[in-house]
């Protein structure tokens, strides 16, 4: 390493389905957060690390800003707004328009206040023509000071090569913070957690995946099966992980429609995240899931907090 690398911290802000999981995705080259067409998808500050021969970025996913309507709300929006005074630079995600609206102008009004370099990245650029990209970027240009306007495709991953070398330009001189090989520092019961709650989001409908969330009460490793040679040598084949979840949601309606006719949605949701966990974990993944009430859970500080929803440090 040389007395020119780079390091540093780099939020990624924006409203709700603006595409933040999926860009940060894109850039690390592997997926840690989860993805959804709903709103709130991302709940906790998610951390993971690009590196290469000239710098080592951190991302810090944060969830969409948007109007609490509960404590789980006002949790959120505490961790998104909290990261913006701790990170080298703010990279901020609007969607290819013209329109600056309320969530907009609330976001523009808190990055006026905080002194940290920022980057407008205008993505989902594959959803339209070149010349509505380039009359967003005339709109949001003068509403902030940018260090610069980078527009994107997360999904397509078009740009984003620019997008990388414009971060690497802006982040100051110094070594990694991790090791080469580290991609995030989510323990892994909290990264399945989120793959249960992922596919509860996509196949659920209206209201319900926001009033669930995921506790992992057991992840156990046990070797699948032993085999010797003559000599006495053991030989081991790909582990078993078994892990039990609980799905808490806040209505007893809401438990039917979560287990379905007959467990029918449950089993699907179940089998959907047991092969991204496996896809995640290299190993054999057996999985049970319950589900549980625990009524108006997003207002009690308790259960937020027994949930995994606690204000993260750097």
């Known amino acids: 390493m040389t007395d020119k690398y780079r390091s540093g911290f780099v939020a990624i802000i924006g409203r709700p389905n603006v595409g933040k999981s999926t860009l940060m995705n894109r850039l690390i080259g592997q997926k840690i957060a989860i993805t959804s067409s709903k709103a709130q998808t991302t709940r906790n500050r998610i951390q993971t690390v690009y590196t290469d021969e000239e710098a080592q970025i951190v991302f810090l996913d944060t969830p969409g800003i948007n109007k609490a309507k509960n404590k789980l709300g006002e949790y959120m929006m505490n961790v998104a707004y909290g990261t913006l005074t701790e990170v080298d630079i703010i990279m901020?995600?609007?969607?290819?328009?013209?329109?600056?609206?309320?969530?907009?102008?609330?976001?523009?009004?808190?990055l006026g206040k905080v002194k940290t370099p920022k980057i407008?990245?205008?993505?989902?650029?594959?959803?339209?023509?070149?010349?509505?990209?380039?009359?967003?970027?005339?709109?949001?240009?003068d509403v902030c000071a940018f260090e610069a306007i980078v527009p994107v495709s997360a999904l397509k991953g078009k740009n984003t090569d620019e997008l990388v070398k414009t971060l690497?330009?802006?982040?100051?001189?110094?070594?990694q913070f991790y090791d080469e090989d580290t991609v995030t520092d989510q323990p892994e019961r909290q990264i399945v957690a989120e793959l249960i709650r992922e596919q509860a989001l996509r196949q659920l409908d209206k209201e319900i995946p926001h009033g669930i969330a995921v506790v992992i009460d057991s992840m156990k490793e046990r070797i699948r099966s032993r085999s010797g040679d003559n000599n006495g040598v053991q030989s081991?084949?790909?582990?078993?992980i078994d892990i039990d979840a609980t799905i808490i949601c806040e209505r007893d309606s809401h438990k039917g429609i979560i287990i379905g006719k007959q467990g029918k949605?449950?089993?699907?949701?179940?089998t959907k995240a047991r092969i991204s966990m496996e896809n995640l974990l290299d190993a054999k993944v057996n999985l049970k899931l319950w589900v549980?009430?625990?009524?108006?859970?997003?207002?009690s500080e308790i259960l937020l907090k027994n949930y995994g929803y606690r204000e993260n440090e750097r």
């Open 236 to 240: 081991e084949s790909r582990n078993i």
């Open 265 to 270: 949605m449950l089993k699907s949701i179940g």
């Open 92 to 110: 901020w995600l609007v969607e290819p328009t013209t329109f600056i609206g309320a969530g907009e102008r609330q976001i523009i009004e808190t």
């Open 292 to 299: 549980k009430v625990k009524k108006d859970w997003r207002d």
């Open 168 to 175: 690497k330009s802006l982040l100051p001189y110094g070594p």
């Open 120 to 141: 407008l990245v205008i993505n989902k650029t594959d959803t339209v023509e070149e010349k509505k990209i380039f009359d967003a970027i005339e709109s949001y240009k």
